[in-house]
T-cell receptor
Framework: EPEVTQTPSHQVTQMGQEVILRCVPI?????FYWYRQILGQKVEFLVS????????KSEIFDDQFSVERPDGSNFTLKIRSTKLEDSAMYFC??????????????FGPGTRLTVL | QKEVEQDPGPLSVPEGAIVSLNCTYS??????FMWYRQYSRKGPELLMY????GNKEDGRFTAQVDKSSKYISLFIRDSQPSDSATYLC?????????FGTGTRLLVSP
């Protein structure tokens, strides 16, 4: 069964450093997303990406964040200058085959980001 | 008022019990309703997906949507210890999912 994969599983970084979280969405999916979950809190939407551009973003997704689909398989989330409050689980999700409008989003296992 | 409200639990039941998990929402624009299961420190796993009001059944799981009351439910029949997890409701108008806080379910043998 196809699945979303994410690397690394755990990333530790110093405050102010740049991090890149990587995701490989399900093959042939067209819509890609990043969510985050701070420990003990709910899953929160960050950004959606379609046709090589951001289609929607939340208030959390400020200028420190960026997303990119550098090739046909990877989808990345970059945090330019990490803050302590960026510590969270970051989930990538994908959905939507060509010709099908669906919000059935499939999630990856997550990257746990720890900012020291 | 929060967009999506869900009792965080924990909800403790004996094996074999019928479990009822619920969410209420305030945004009438929501059209798609999902239930995810999340084990500790893992990604959400899609369980059920519904679009319209009514019931949808898949094995031991039944999802129910009442758009007029802005209320959705997930029923688990013959609950098993392996069902112990956090259950997240999620909903959307298009693309962006809005999640509830999740209900932690504990099924004891």
């Amino acid at each position: 069964e196809p699945e979303v994969t994410q690397t690394p599983s755990h990333q530790v970084t110093q405050m102010g450093q740049e991090v890149i979280l990587r995701c490989v969405p399900i093959s042939n999916h067209l819509y890609f997303y990043w969510y985050r979950q701070i420990l003990g809190q709910k899953v929160e939407f960050l950004v959606s990406f379609y046709n090589n551009e951001i289609s929607e973003k939340s208030e959390i997704f400020d200028d420190q964040f960026s997303v990119e689909r550098p090739d046909g398989s990877n989808f990345t989330l970059k945090i330019r200058s990490t803050k302590l409050e960026d510590s969270a689980m970051y989930f990538c999700a994908s959905s939507g085959y060509a010709g099908q409008v669906t919000d059935t989003q499939y999630f990856g296992p997550g990257t746990r980001l720890t900012v020291l | 008022q929060k967009e999506v409200e869900q009792d965080p639990g924990p909800l403790s039941v004996p094996e074999g019990a019928i479990v009822s998990l619920n969410c209420t929402y305030s945004n009438s624009a929501f059209q798609y309703f999902m239930w995810y299961r999340q084990y500790s420190r893992k990604g959400p796993e899609l369980l059920m997906y519904t679009y319209s009001s009514g019931n949808k059944e898949d094995g031991r799981f039944t999802a129910q949507v009442d758009k007029s009351s802005k209320y959705i439910s997930l029923f688990i029949r013959d609950s098993q210890p392996s069902d112990s997890a956090t259950y997240l409701c999620a909903m959307s108008g298009f693309q962006k999912l809005v999640f509830g806080t999740g209900t932690r379910l504990l099924v004891s043998p």
